[in-house]
């Protein structure tokens, strides 16, 4: 969120499993950023997110948003909702599950539902600013289609967040707890990107 000069980074972390694969790139990527020279790290704000800590309902589809761009269900999303808006740069992470990115990102991702309403019904810009995101994901089989789902439905949220789909680091053939551990070529990949990131 701009806070006079700051920068404000939200880290969006979908993974069930602590220090999992995608965990592990999400903090690579901080460490880039904390590394960055780009950016005056006084000035630098990171959030994080951890879905499965969140307590929250999915959408009940009470169609709510359709009339005002509010959600309904008053929980722990509403807090979450500001961070959406405010923050000039979003990295959100998954693993793929059954082809898709987990349900507990799905849940908060249809939870946005009022974002999309907003957008396209009622024609209503709360967000201001462009902003990018990227996407970081794991996935144990070694199918290059296999992230096409959850680019699909990632593409869907930045959409109608109004973020820019920088790009992703999605790595096949990472399936025990650890396994990106053994590919510091991934790992480098994701420092590198936040060590020379420009956020404007
Ligand atoms: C419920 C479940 C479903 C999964 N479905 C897939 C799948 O459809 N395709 C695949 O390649 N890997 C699948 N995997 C493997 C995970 O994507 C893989 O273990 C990933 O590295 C986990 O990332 P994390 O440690 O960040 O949670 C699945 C794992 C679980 C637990």
Redesign the pocket.
Known sequence: MKEGNKISILMIYG???KR????ELMNRFEKGLLDNKNMDQNNLLIDKIFIKDLKFSPCIECRHCSIDGECAVKDEMQGIYPKLINHDFIAI?S?????SV?GYLKAFIDRCQRFWALKYELKKRIIKKERKGIFIS????D?VT?FDCSHKVIRALFDVLYIKYDRDFVYNK????G??LKHPEALDEVFEYARNLIIE
């Not at 999992?20 to 965990?23: A, K, M, P, S, V």
């Not at 693993?95 to 082809?99: G, K, L, S």
């Open positions: 993974s069930p499993r999992g694969n995608t965990d992470s693993p793929i599950f059954f082809t987990s794991a996935a144990g089989s199918s296999i990472i399936d025990l707890k396994d990106i």
